[in-house]
């Protein structure tokens, strides 16, 4: 049978590994695929680079547009990136007829629900693997591997640039501007890296795994979202202390105990037992934990970022077109896991309704009654104490930090608290609020 035609759009990171990977071990994937896969056309603004990677083995030109227009190709591959030029060609692919890949999570978190229902209008596949997670089958898993399952919450590691930065800083004592640069170098950043240390990239990645596991539309704008930028060396070294790790977690939980049900959907550093297996996860690598009502816990762990291991995720996507796109689309996996009409309207809630647990670093006066003040407070609001740490203070020193670690409670009432424990005169700068997960 003759070779399925792809058409890549962009070649830089992750279109070099597509390209590479496909080249290298073009025998077994035609084996799986029961075809050829063949890159026969690339586009890319810096055309001369491109002809560098591919050599004479694909057309090259300038205006994607150009791809999408050639009747020859059946897949086009969107590696572009962002929200502006990436959405209007993958629209216009669909519109083609086109199957359509792509790694790009900002594109699918925020504007997804236009993008399947169009593909779905059109009969063609949009396939994402790549954009959650790089090269860790977290999408396949959660689409298929664990259909059976009622998804009760998924907590990942799914930025390795800032896992990357978190790592360094606290094994290495390197400052973060410098590691930061390194990612950079890597591969591992996005174009504008303030997508991966304000958390932005992982709440993407979040806002879509939401969509899978509980059968609801992509919901960016409702993700709270909050980097590493703002982290504070003391509370790593605390943290380890108390017996805590701290990394940037995107997590989606289902809330059964509230009476219209609702999703829990939040980017945040968080304090992690250092024994769970995903605090030990170091360096650019992902993990994801996702916890189902008949598996239990499963864990996936792998490379998230970086030019082959993405490019992996990127081919398992073009392999599994190729094997279903002859399948009525009626009876393909579903975009989102759910059929189109099975989706729901669950709510996601806002941040005053998550339940979670905190760690609290309190600048304070060392003086007499100011545990019992603070000890106060948190009680009038029904919030329980979990563990108290004081630091000595050093000769002479006036000041001290207290740190706080609560049990679960409702976020809304913790504000409540921090405002009121925060006009207390023995509290002399703004408290370091983190919050906390056991993760069991
Ligand atoms: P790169 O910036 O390395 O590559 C993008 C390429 O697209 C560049 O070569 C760029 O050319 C080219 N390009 C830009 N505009 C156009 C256009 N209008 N027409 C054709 N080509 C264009 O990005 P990555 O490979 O890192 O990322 C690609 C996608 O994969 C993004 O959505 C990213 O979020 C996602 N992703 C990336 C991962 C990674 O590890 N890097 C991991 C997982 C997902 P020029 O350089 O000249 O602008
Ligand atoms: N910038 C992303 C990261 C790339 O660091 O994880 C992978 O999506």
């Known amino acids: 049978m003759k070779a399925i035609k792809v058409g890549l759009l962009g070649i830089g990171t992750v279109g070099s590994g ?42 090259v030109v300038s205006d994607a547009r150009e791809v999408i ?39 699918l978190a ?29 999408i396949k898993a959660l689409r298929e591997g664990l259909t059976a399952n009622r998804i009760e919450w998924i907590a990942g590691i799914i930025n390795g640039t800032t896992n990357f930065i978190l790592s360094e800083m606290r094994g290495k004592g390197l400052d973060f501007g410098v590691v930061l640069k390194e990612a950079q170098r890597l591969g591992y950043a996005e174009a504008d890296p303030t997508f991966d240390i304000e958390g932005v990239d992982a709440a993407h990645k979040a806002t879509i795994m939401s969509a899978i596991a509980f ?26 202390q108390l017996g805590y790790r701290i990394k940037l977690l995107g997590i989606a939980r289902r809330r059964s ?35 189902g009502d008949a598996v239990g816990t499963t864990l996936y762990y792998g490379k998230g970022a970086g030019s082959e291991p993405t490019a992996s995720a990127v081919i398992a ?12 689309p009626d009876h393909r996996v579903p975009h989102l896991a759910f059929q189109p009409d099975a989706m729901n309207d669950t709510p996601i809630l806002a941040m005053d309704d998550v339940v979670t647990a905190f760690y ?41 930090d207290l740190i706080i670690l609560t049990h679960d409670t409702v976020e ?19 408290i370091v609020k983190l919050r906390k997960e056991e993760l069991a």
């Open 69 to 107: 227009a050639n009747p020859e190709i059946d897949i086009v591959v969107e590696l572009i990136g962002g929200y502006g030029i990436a959405k209007a060609l993958v629209l216009e692919a669909i519109a083609a007829g086109k199957h359509v890949v792509t790694a790009n999570k900002a594109l």
């Open 257 to 291: 105990d509230l009476p219209n049900g609702g999703i829990e959907l939040r980017v945040h550093p968080t304090l992690i037992p250092t024994q769970r297996l995903i605090a030990n996860v170091e360096g650019a690598m992902n993990a994801v934990v996702v916890q």
């Open 412 to 430: 809304g009432r913790m504000n409540k608290a921090l405002s009121q424990m925060q006009a207390l005169p023995t509290v002399l700068a703004p």
């Open 18 to 59: 597509t390209f590479n990977v496909l080249r290298r071990n073009q025998d077994v994937i035609r084996g799986r695929a029961g075809r050829g896969i063949e890159i026969a056309m690339v586009a890319d603004l810096n055309t001369e680079r491109a002809r560098e990677i591919v050599g004479d083995a694909a057309v």
């Open 317 to 328: 996507d073009l392999v599994d077109i190729t094997r279903l796109h002859t399948a009525d």
């Open 110 to 138: 925020v504007h997804g629900t236009e993008i399947f229902a169009a593909a779905h209008a059109k009969g063609v596949i949009v396939a994402f693997e790549a954009a959650v997670a790089g090269g860790i089958p977290i």
């Open 360 to 400: 609290l670093r309190l600048c304070v006066a060392d003086q007499a009654g100011v545990l019992s003040s603070i000890t106060t407070i948190l009680a009038e609001n029904d919030i329980s104490i979990d563990a108290v740490l004081q630091r000595e203070s050093a000769e002479g020193e006036k000041q001290t």
């Open 215 to 240: 059968g609801i539309p992509v919901q960016f704008d409702k993700a709270h979202v909050e980097g590493i930028t703002k982290l504070q060396a003391a509370d790593i070294k605390y943290a380890e």
